[in-house]
């Protein structure tokens, strides 16, 4: 467990109750092992458990939306993966995943307020962000096109962080063209232009 | 009470320090809502972030959720 205190009671409930105190935490987002139980007392150390944190969260915000999404949340080695489904998870797709990747921020933001140290968090749904790697490509390379035939910079997006990512790195090994971030704030758009003659 | 309201309770309880704190009132216009969200002046940046980015993404998710119910709402975070 990391970062995980050690707590001292004469049940295990009063362990428990301690542990949610000290950590901020309910019960239900706990991890926790027995160190010593016996008759006099009980010991145990206890962490925040990140997949416990992360799913409460997305689910009492989905309920409070009216929202029809479900998560499964899975611990992978470099992060912490949230696939999504459900009726309405086709609203977070809309606008090439605009709300996807905002709540994706929320959530990398809230844990970061929690936990000491977590894995990043990674949200997505049925093969969703593939897909649109492959769509953003084929509009990057087309906009990369329009550039080199008209000698000038051609402007798309605005796009979030993640999408961003997706045109940059498809046009990175372009010999003729660069990519540039334009703007302020989560949404910028994205300026592909030809190198400069030299 | 509607359901973006709680939405951002939510996640605005998630995002701060002091969770008691949060309070959202609703203005309810025939196509607009506009929800006005204050928090302790301790965790105001906490919910607008670096360059306005954490305040950006809750607008982009309210945005993104409302349009289950055909509306826009307009986020003000009040100091």
Same mark, same amino acid.
């Given at each position: 467990m990391n970062g995980a205190e050690r707590f001292l009671g004469g049940s295990l409930d009063e362990c428990l109750n301690q542990a949610c105190l000290a950590l901020g935490a309910r019960t239900e987002e706990l991890q926790y092992e027995v160190i010593e139980d016996s008759p006099a007392v009980v010991t145990i150390e206890a962490a925040l458990d990140p997949v416990a944190v992360l799913g409460l969260f997305l689910r009492e915000a989905f309920n409070a939306g009216d929202l029809d999404i479900r998560a499964r949340i899975e611990e992978a080695e470099e992060h912490l993966g949230g696939e999504l489904y459900g009726e309405d998870f086709r609203l977070l797709t809309a606008g090439l995943g605009k709300g996807l990747d905002s709540l994706q921020y929320l959530c990398n933001r809230i844990m970061n307020g929690r936990l000491r140290s977590h894995a990043p968090v990674h949200l997505d749904g049925d093969g969703f962000k593939m897909r649109r790697a492959g769509r953003l490509q084929e509009d990057a390379e087309a906009a990369a096109e329009r550039a080199i035939q008209r000698r000038g910079p051609v402007t798309m997006g605005p796009f979030t962080p993640a999408a961003r990512r997706e045109i940059h790195l498809a046009l990175a090994d372009h010999p003729s063209v660069e990519t540039a971030s334009d703007g302020e704030g989560f949404l910028k758009q994205v300026v592909v232009r030809p190198f400069r003659l030299r | 009470m509607s359901a973006m309201k709680d939405l951002l309770v939510e996640i605005a309880k998630a995002l =701060?320090?002091?969770?008691?704190?949060? %309070? $959202?009132?609703?203005?309810?216009?025939?196509?607009?809502? =506009?929800? !006005?969200?204050?928090?302790?002046? !301790?965790?105001?940046? %906490?919910?607008?972030?670096?360059?306005? #980015?954490? *305040? #950006? *993404?809750? #607008?982009?998710?309210?945005?993104? *959720?409302?349009? %289950? =119910?055909? %509306? #826009?709402? $307009?986020l003000e975070i009040l100091e």
């Open positions: - | =701060v320090d002091n969770p008691d704190d949060v %309070k $959202v009132m609703e203005i309810e216009g025939e196509q607009t809502t =506009v929800l !006005e969200l204050r928090v302790n002046n !301790e965790d105001l940046g %906490k919910v607008i972030g670096r360059q306005g #980015r954490t *305040a #950006r *993404a809750i #607008r982009t998710l309210l945005s993104a *959720a409302g349009m %289950k =119910v055909s %509306k #826009r709402f $307009v």
